[in-house]
């Protein structure tokens, strides 16, 4: 249909506004429409599928610098890299994100910081709907380049190709080349770090591509990195490709009744010009813009993006503003704290709002969507949701429910136990809902009482549900069992009558007491000292430190004088009976050593206990029959030392 409309001069002015108006409006309808990009242009997938991956090497001829690039139909390890976003990993020299600041999920890296002359590609290949006039792209980089002292066509270097194939052109204004020195490097800042040769960055950047016009053709974006020529210095870039095709950009939807509405423009251009729709009046000069009070609904605004000079293309995108934004608060569900557990309440933010918690008491922080909260008593916490304008002001209630568990543990008895007959430990609990107690981290079977009698060393504890869903665990209770070695018969010891003899008890406990005290020194010393006629049998008590009692004897015969006897001969064969070639000592004091030699003068056996025996082997081999020569030095009960020296028959 064609509409003729017949103006005055004077409604020029408003027939041109008009005009143009209405062509934003159609402009950014029919953009709205077409905003489909080609499949995995922007790595979406966290794959690098729909794009060719290079890996070569760079040399420099003449006065030009020549990347050699070799398919390797996929990504190569440390050379094709993709980041996912969140993990909160910066860039080592530059220390901006390695992920694209524009939302997306996925961004990669090409190249790395091993140096060698090496290169790398990375391209896609796309073709423009035959019925898609308005297509825009937009794509975003960020650089890392040492820079040497060498010639332009020697250094590292990233460069960036837009072609339009069907025509065989470079689109000149997204395509060029950066080097460390040599050229001009908007934007470019040096790295702090001082451990290597100097280090440029140039932090996200962005390019948009106005494609509108080239229906049906073939499109190639080729990004690249390359070392230096003399293998000794690193380039690498980072590149990610935003997920909306068209013209515009997505407008923030508002509240009727908000204050303000704030418009915020793609980052990394040098400059931003905000317009109406008409391109007539200017609003603003930021990548922000914030308008007070908001336009009306369906207002279309403009917005003059201006790229670093000679690296990007300037281009022109539009918004339409709509207040159709509605809220809903989200405190959560009712929440429960068991013995002041911190829980948390809320939901996950959302951009552009914000959030308000009363009472504020027990709350990590109540100007956020999800804080954490610790409270002593049930309460409940009402969450108020704005708009960042001010508008769209909504409410919601949690409840927090407050329940507290007993988990003290009484021990009745002592902790430390001897395993003799009539002693016990219990444990006891505060009663509730249910109990299951546990040993060493293990439910035992059947014990779900609010007492328990231990049985066993081990680590105790219970766990406790009550009424409410409260599940605790009680304190842990470390039960040491002591389990007694065994009583045992001393040796017997020999004294020479009325001279002093020291004996000794086991130093397992912490006292002793030798019962009866007769003709001892001290009968709480664990080494008393012995003097008297007659032959005595003692029963030595050893306390332990957990108050147990051992039992162990000792009997003390007299003698007339020091006695030394060492068998003749002996019989090591294992029959229980003459194996051992032992010493026999009466009124001794102290041995001070039994040597034994063989008929070679060579020392087999040599010990200083009072109770040596030898068993008729050397170095663990069982000698045969021979003569052994013996040697023996001993101090006596008296005092006197003695030497005795004899041989004896080792017979198998």
Not at 523 to 542: A, H
Request: aromatic content about 10%.
């Amino acid at each position: 249909m064609i509409l003729t409309i017949l103006l005055n001069s004077k409604n020029k002015t408003y027939l041109l506004m008009l005009l143009l108006a209405t062509m934003a409006e159609l402009f950014i309808s029919a953009a709205c429409i077409a905003q489909n990009c080609p499949p995995n242009i922007d790595f979406e997938t966290g794959t690098f599928d729909g794009w060719t991956c290079y890996t070569g090497f760079t040399k420099a001829v003449g006065d030009k610098n020549v990347i050699d690039l070799t398919n390797q139909y996929g990504p190569v390890p440390d050379h094709h890299t993709m980041y996912t976003s969140g993990s909160g990993q910066l860039d080592p020299f530059g220390l901006f994100p390695v992920n694209c600041p524009n939302g997306s999920l996925h961004s990669i890296k090409l190249g790395s910081t091993e140096a060698g002359a090496k290169a790398e590609g990375i391209s896609y290949n796309f073709t423009i709907p035959p019925d898609q006039n308005l297509f825009s792209l937009i794509f975003h980089y960020a650089v890392v380049i040492e820079a040497p002292i060498h010639k332009t066509n020697e250094q590292p270097r990233m460069e960036i190709e837009v072609k339009d194939v069907t025509n065989d052109s470079i689109i000149k204004c997204a395509s060029f080349s950066f080097t460390a020195i040599g050229t001009s490097l908007p934007g470019f800042e040096a790295s702090s770090r001082t451990d290597t040769t100097d280090v440029l960055f140039k932090n996200w950047s962005a390019v948009t591509v106005d494609l509108s016009g080239n229906a049906g053709k073939t499109i190639r974006l080729f990004f690249k990195t390359a070392d230096c020529t003399f293998s000794e210095h690193f380039g690498y870039a980072y590149i990610d490709v935003s997920s909306d095709c068209s013209a515009s950009f997505k407008a923030p939807i508002y509240c009727a009744d908000d204050s303000n509405v704030t418009l915020t423009a793609p980052y990394g251009y040098a400059a931003y010009t905000w317009f109406d729709s008409a391109q007539t009046t200017v609003l603003g000069n930021q990548q922000v813009l914030t308008l007070a009070p908001p336009p009306l609904s369906g207002t279309v605004l403009a917005v003059k993006l201006e790229p670093y000079d000679g690296f990007g293309c300037k281009n022109v995108l539009f918004a339409r503003l709509k207040n159709t934004l509605s809220l809903t608060a989200d405190a959560g569900p009712d929440r429960l704290s068991c013995n002041f557990k911190t829980v948390p309440i809320g939901a996950s933010a959302k951009q552009g709002l914000s959030y308000s918690w009363s009472p504020a008491s027990g709350l990590s922080n109540p100007g956020i969507a999800n804080p954490l909260v610790n409270t002593s008593s049930t309460t409940a916490y009402i969450l108020t949701v704005k708009n960042s304008g001010g508008g769209c002001k909504t409410s919601d209630t949690v409840v927090v429910q407050s329940s507290i568990i007993d988990t003290s543990l009484e021990v009745t008895g002592r902790a430390g136990l001897c395993l003799q007959p009539g002693e016990s430990l219990l444990l006891k609990t505060q009663p509730t809902q249910t109990i299951q107690w546990f040993k060493d981290q293990v439910a035992v079977n059947g014990a779900a009482g609010t007492t328990y009698q231990v049985r066993d060393a081990g680590v105790y504890q219970a766990m406790l549900t009550n009424a409410q869903g409260c599940s605790v665990s009680t304190e842990q209770k470390n039960i040491q069992i002591k389990k007694l070695p065994s009583g045992m018969t001393y040796p017997d010891a020999y004294a020479i009558d009325n001279l002093p003899v020291q004996l000794h008890a086991r130093k397992i406990g912490a006292s002793v007491l030798w019962q009866p005290g007769t003709n001892l020194n001290n009968p709480y010393s664990f080494d008393p000292v012995y003097k008297g006629t007659n032959r005595q049998l003692y029963t030595v008590e050893i306390l332990t430190i957990e108050g147990c009692i051992i039992i162990d004897t000792q009997l003390v015969k007299t003698v007339k004088a020091v006695v030394i006897y060492v068998p003749n001969a002996f019989t090591p064969n294992g029959d229980g009976n003459n194996d051992l070639l032992s010493p026999v000592l009466r009124g001794i004091q102290t041995l001070s050593y039994f040597k034994i030699f063989n008929r070679l003068g060579q020392l087999i056996f040599e010990s200083a206990a009072n109770k040596s025996s030898w068993d008729g082997t050397f170095n663990g081999v069982r000698l045969r029959t021979q003569a052994v020569v013996w040697l023996l030095q001993c101090i006596g009960a008296d005092g006197v030392l003695y030497n005795r020296k004899g041989s004896t028959i080792l017979l198998r």
